[in-house]
């Protein structure tokens, strides 16, 4: 029977989209407004505040010293690209592929790039078998599912004497988990995920053996010049002192540096770990309870903390053919959305059908535990529909 009454309380930010990400609690456009508008981004102080965003990016992150941090075109995948496109191709890739964007890096470098590539798959919701990475072999990894709600716990599989390089995309990652440095090559993100930024800027941290490796190998196919890190076999370093390759957003440049400004303020990353493993908690705490949701992560130790991703278990659901299941989630996050709980909580279309949140540190978790009775509300919305059809 549908539940009667609507719960009373809304969340006060009802925005759970897991990219682009809410903002941080009490941002506003006053925030922009030193933003370096109409000025040329090689100006001085437009270059300041790009060179500011790479510093407080890495002082957060806790980037070990001499690494290397630049601002690239594209978001993630256009930071993340240019890493495949420019490093790969000097020894085998082993490539881990468990939800969609991993999966579209396999694909890189199996039908793109042509490589001796090596992919280790899981369905949603699991890992590969993480053993099978063999040291002597290039790696290719996203540390976050965000299509999947599945995370990597830790770094132990990376051999501490591998000879291959590791390339993270850790875009739903950053600010929200601890990453091992000294157990990667290459780290990318975006601004558009845990500190709320907008879209279209990419972050790519190379190390030193990143660096060496640029310096040293040569790709056997033309490079974009957006993609291209070296120039007559040298790093270009004024990429990674705030002079991008191509034109950026000097009002997102503002705004990344109002979030990172933020972070700093509430304690930094540990704070921000602990806001967003606050928010799954808060989830898992309801899951234990219900009679419908779970996780798509079996897995605890692989759930992540800020694509928090639920199926739906209840028999009515059980019972319905794959395509109704997907209208079924479906109308549970229309029903939300029309309520005004909860916008863009949908599965990603690639994923099973079920609810994906995001949890991450600009969340704040009273908005989280305000939301759960109204994913019961709708679930019980939905399941009574589909007994009345059942039924005539």
Known sequence: MAIAAKPDLRPANPLFSSGPCAKRPGWSLEALKAAQLGRSHRAKAPKAALAGVIDRSRAILGIPAGWKLGIMPGSDTGAFEAAIWSLLGARPVDVLSFESFSEGWATDAVKQLKLDAHVLTAPYGQLPDLASVHPSHDLVLAWNGTTSGVKLPNGDF?????????????????????????????????????????????????????????????????????????????????????????????????????????????????????????????????????????FLAKDAATRSNSSVCLVITAPWFAALAPDAQAAAAKKLAT??????????????????????????????TSDIEKLLPWLDWAEAQVRAEYAAQAAE
């Open 335 to 364: 029903l939300l959305e029309k309520e005004k709980a909860a916008f863009d909580i949908g599965a990603y279309r690639d994923a099973p059908p079920g609810l994906r949140i995001w949890a991450g540190a600009t969340i704040e």
């Open 158 to 294: 990376i051999s501490a004497d591998r000879e291959g390089l590791v390339l993270c995309d850790a875009t739903s990652a950053v600010f929200a988990m601890e990453l091992p440095w000294d157990k990667v090559d290459v780290v990318t993100w975006s601004w558009q995920k845990v500190l709320g930024g907008e879209a279209a800027h990419g972050m790519l941290a190379l190390s030193p053996r990143a660096v060496a490796r640029l310096e040293t190998y040569k790709p056997a196919w033309p490079l974009p010049k957006i993609f291209r890190l070296t120039k007559g076999g040298k790093l270009i370093d004024g990429i990674f002192v705030g002079e991008t390759i191509n034109t950026p957003s000097m009002l997102c440049v503002e705004d990344a540096l109002d979030g990172l400004r933020w972070a700093e303020a509430i304690g930094g990353l540990k704070t921000l770990i602990a806001r967003s493993e606050a928010n799954l908690a808060a989830i898992a705490a309801w899951v234990e309870t219900s009679d419908w949701a779970g």
